[in-house]
């Protein structure tokens, strides 16, 4: 604060004398008439100046008041610190002989007073700063404390977490171990499963998880070809199809449906087709594989039959029966655990398979290919489920075609029907793993990336999980899936109903849950990623600028009866190739 001369002349004190420049002290020493030498510093200046105005009783004693806040110190500090006894205020006629030395010891007084006022200054402000100081680093202290029990929390949890799940998984195998050895030896053609069936887990509201897609997953694997997409590799290749089994099997599976798709003996003749093995094989094979995986943990057998070249023929139900039980034969043989009758665009195919698969005394499963339009001939699906219960199907849904969310709602569908019949089944469902919200009627067979560009489309991981969560609240308890499937997806529907069947799948010991994996990547940014709430909202890129985001179906609107879709064991000549190439060339310039 500057030294203002009309401040200090209505209220003169030594403590203004403080504030004071050299030239302060002049105009003071002026305006007082005090005699002062040009060739003093500021201190002799200073000390010249007060004796002055103490001789002409200018100054006044200083009042010292204790402000707030004023540290209390005892009496023995005080007296260390402050030694300088106090005095009276000095004035003209305040010394009896005038003398003076009187005045002089006063003015020595007073610049004691003002050095000890100086001295109590500098040591509140040392002491302020110390005490500031301490309140800092215990902060700072208190900060990292905090710190460290978050960590430790954290990490308890984690370890915590993996007990649980290491846990669950070791008790589970313990399970299955006690299983193995209490019961007799199973063998690829040896009797079914001693353990609770099909129905029987599903009355008890137990989820049952099927497998994948094997007919696609062996064609990217070398083993199947597309096309045709017949399961030979059972006797041509059995190493392939057993380690897929095992896969699914690993990933949670409990149903080890046999790869027994388009093996009928029309389908394997179909179109060309020179095979030189029995359908029989083929089907025997797919039994013995199936049950040699099966028996390694909690699975079931399931012998499965598909719609037929003979039915788009415009065969008789005789005929088409006969195709189905022949494939029968070879499930009973070889005691399958039950049947599935899936695949089936038209009702009336599926009733008759279901007719036939029914007479084995087995639980039959019944599935459409179909989305909520209906099959091909426009039978809604409430009313496709209701026929089936009624030809005999115990559990009865959707497998193929279209992708989780559109077959969950024509499940649904089919669940109103039933229920509205006043008749009762048990669902499931088995999509595809391919997102499908452009397809027609017919599904992604109208797609014109099939089936060889349908990667795009593939489901996350963590698309699985919110797929199986819908499905369970949809009650549906028999949940699989179809093309597209690999065993990855399927562990990742095991992972998401961990808490409704009390079992990790074993696969999951090399899969942190919701990405915690992560944690131990060397990248800081990717382990930022080891949370669920990072994964579950992901919306990924396709890394293709270039590409649509949706398709134009290439469905004609044949069916059976259309001569186009009359079957042959003759290969497709080039005559007829160029004809359908015209065909699509019309439907394109039509749509």
Same mark, same amino acid.
């Given at each position: 604060?500057?030294?203002?001369?009309?401040?200090?002349?209505?209220?003169?004190?030594?403590?203004?004398? =403080?504030?004071?420049?050299?030239?302060?002290?002049?105009?003071? /020493?002026? #305006?007082? #008439?005090?005699?002062?030498?040009?060739?003093?510093?500021?201190?002799?200046?200073?000390?010249?100046?007060?004796?002055?105005?103490?001789?002409?009783?200018?100054?006044?004693?200083?009042?010292?008041?204790?402000?707030?806040?004023?540290?209390?110190?005892?009496?023995?500090?005080?007296?260390?610190?402050?030694?300088?006894?106090?005095?009276?205020?000095?004035?003209?006629?305040?010394?009896?002989?005038?003398?003076?030395?009187?005045?002089?010891?006063?003015?020595?007084?007073?610049?004691?007073?003002?050095?000890?006022?100086?001295?109590?200054?500098? $040591?509140?402000?040392?002491?302020?700063?110390?005490?500031?100081?301490?309140?800092?680093?215990?902060?700072?202290?208190?900060?990292?404390?905090?710190?460290?029990?978050?960590?430790?929390?954290?990490?308890?949890?984690?370890?915590?977490?993996?007990?649980?799940?290491?846990?669950? !998984?070791?008790?589970?195998?313990?399970?299955?171990?006690?299983?193995?050895?209490?019961?007799?030896?199973?063998?690829?053609?040896?009797?079914?499963?001693?353990?609770?069936?099909?129905?029987?887990?599903?009355?008890?509201?137990?989820?049952?998880?099927?497998?994948?897609?094997? !007919?696609?997953?062996?064609?990217?694997?070398?083993?199947?070809?597309?096309?045709?997409?017949?399961?030979? /590799?059972?006797?041509?290749?059995? @190493?392939?199809?057993?380690?897929?089994?095992?896969?699914?099997?690993?990933?949670?599976?409990?149903?080890?449906?046999?790869?027994? $798709?388009?093996?009928?003996? =029309?389908?394997?003749?179909?179109?060309?087709?020179?095979?030189?093995?029995?359908?029989?094989?083929?089907?025997?094979?797919?039994?013995?594989?199936?049950?040699?995986?099966?028996?390694?943990? =909690?699975?079931?057998?399931?012998?499965? !039959?598909?719609?037929?070249?003979?039915?788009?023929?415009?065969?008789?139900?005789?005929?088409?029966?006969?195709?189905?039980?022949?494939?029968?034969?070879?499930?009973?043989?070889?005691?399958?655990?039950?049947?599935?009758?899936?695949?089936?665009?038209?009702?009336?195919?599926?009733?008759?398979?279901?007719?036939? %698969?029914? /007479?084995?005394?087995?639980?039959?499963?019944?599935?459409?290919?179909?989305?909520?339009?209906?099959?091909?001939?426009?039978?809604?699906?409430?009313?496709?489920?209701?026929?089936?219960?009624? /030809?005999?199907?115990?559990?009865?849904?959707?497998?193929?075609?279209?992708?989780?969310?559109?077959?969950?709602?024509?499940?649904? %569908?089919?669940?109103?029907?039933?229920e509205k019949a006043q008749l009762k089944a048990h669902y499931m469902v088995q999509p595809l793993a391919f997102h499908t919200p452009d397809c027609s009627c017919q599904g992604f067979i109208d797609l014109r990336e099939f089936p060889f560009a349908l990667e795009p489309r593939i489901l996350t991981r963590w698309d699985m999980h919110a797929y199986a969560r819908e499905a369970?609240?949809?009650?549906?308890?028999?949940?699989?899936?179809?093309?597209?499937?690999?065993?990855?997806?399927?562990?990742?529907?095991?992972?998401?109903?961990?808490?409704?069947?009390?079992?990790?799948?074993?696969?999951?010991?090399?899969?942190?849950?919701?990405?915690?994996? %992560?944690?131990?990547?060397?990248?800081?940014?990717?382990?930022?990623?080891?949370?669920?709430?990072?994964?579950?909202?992901?919306?990924?890129?396709?890394?293709?600028?270039?590409?649509?985001?949706?398709?134009?179906?290439?469905?004609?609107? !044949?069916?059976?009866?259309?001569? @186009?879709?009359?079957?042959?064991?003759?290969?497709?000549?080039?005559?007829?190739?160029? #004809? %359908?190439?015209?065909?699509?060339?019309?439907?394109?310039?039509?749509?």
């Amino acid at each position: 604060m500057a030294f203002v001369l009309e401040q200090f002349v209505a209220s003169p004190t030594v403590g203004q004398l =403080d504030c004071c420049r050299k030239v302060d002290l002049r105009l003071v /020493a002026d #305006h007082y #008439h005090v005699s002062v030498s040009s060739a003093l510093v500021k201190s002799e200046l200073k000390a010249t100046l007060i004796t002055g105005l103490v001789e002409q009783g200018v100054l006044r004693r200083p009042t010292l008041v204790e402000s707030p806040g004023t540290m209390v110190q005892s009496a023995t500090e005080q007296a260390n610190i402050f030694t300088t006894p106090q005095f009276d205020s000095v004035s003209a006629g305040s010394s009896p002989t005038g003398s003076k030395l009187d005045a002089r010891v006063k003015v020595r007084m007073a610049i004691l007073q003002c050095e000890r006022e100086e001295r109590e200054r500098e $040591f509140q402000l040392r002491r302020e700063l110390e005490i500031r100081k301490q309140e800092q680093e215990l902060e700072i202290r208190k900060q990292e404390l905090e710190l460290e029990i978050r960590k430790q929390e954290l990490e308890l949890e984690i370890r915590k977490q993996e007990l649980e799940a290491d846990t669950a !998984v070791r008790m589970r195998q313990l399970e299955l171990q006690a299983a193995v050895v209490g019961d007799s030896a199973v063998t690829p053609s040896g009797p079914a499963a001693s353990f609770d069936g099909i129905i029987e887990r599903l009355n008890a509201g137990e989820v049952v998880i099927g497998d994948g897609g094997f !007919v696609f997953a062996l064609e990217k694997r070398g083993y199947v070809m597309a096309g045709p997409w017949t399961p030979e /590799a059972t006797v041509t290749h059995p @190493e392939a199809v057993r380690q897929l089994h095992r896969e699914f099997l690993r990933a949670g599976s409990n149903v080890m449906q046999t790869f027994t $798709f388009y093996a009928s003996d =029309d389908k394997l003749e179909n179109r060309g087709q020179s095979l030189k093995i029995a359908g029989t094989q083929i089907n025997e094979a797919a039994c013995d594989l199936a049950r040699e995986v099966a028996s390694e943990g =909690d699975a079931m057998v399931a012998g499965g !039959v598909c719609q037929t070249p003979s039915y788009l023929s415009c065969k008789s139900e005789i005929e088409v029966k006969a195709i189905f039980k022949k494939q029968l034969e070879v499930f009973l043989k070889k005691n399958v655990d039950f049947l599935i009758a899936e695949y089936f665009e038209h009702v009336e195919e599926a009733e008759w398979a279901v007719q036939v %698969l029914k /007479a084995s005394g087995k639980p039959v499963a019944a599935c459409m290919c179909i989305g909520p339009d209906g099959d091909m001939h426009g039978v809604s699906p409430g009313e496709c489920a209701v026929r089936l219960v009624k /030809a005999g199907a115990q559990i009865v849904g959707i497998n193929c075609h279209f992708d989780p969310e559109t077959c969950v709602k024509t499940v649904k %569908l089919m669940k109103e029907g039933v229920e509205k019949a006043q008749l009762k089944a048990h669902y499931m469902v088995q999509p595809l793993a391919f997102h499908t919200p452009d397809c027609s009627c017919q599904g992604f067979i109208d797609l014109r990336e099939f089936p060889f560009a349908l990667e795009p489309r593939i489901l996350t991981r963590w698309d699985m999980h919110a797929y199986a969560r819908e499905a369970y609240k949809a009650g549906i308890r028999f949940i699989g899936g179809c093309c597209g499937f690999e065993p990855y997806h399927i562990r990742a529907i095991a992972e998401e109903l961990t808490t409704e069947r009390r079992i990790l799948p074993p696969a999951s010991e090399k899969h942190g849950m919701w990405g915690s994996g %992560l944690e131990m990547h060397t990248k800081p940014w990717v382990r930022a990623r080891a949370r669920r709430d990072y994964w579950e909202h992901i919306a990924p890129a396709s890394g293709r600028p270039k590409c649509p985001s949706l398709s134009t179906p290439e469905g004609w609107g !044949v069916t059976k009866g259309h001569t @186009e879709l009359m079957q042959q064991k003759e290969a497709t000549s080039s005559q007829e190739i160029k #004809h %359908l190439m015209e065909m699509q060339k019309k439907a394109k310039s039509s749509a």
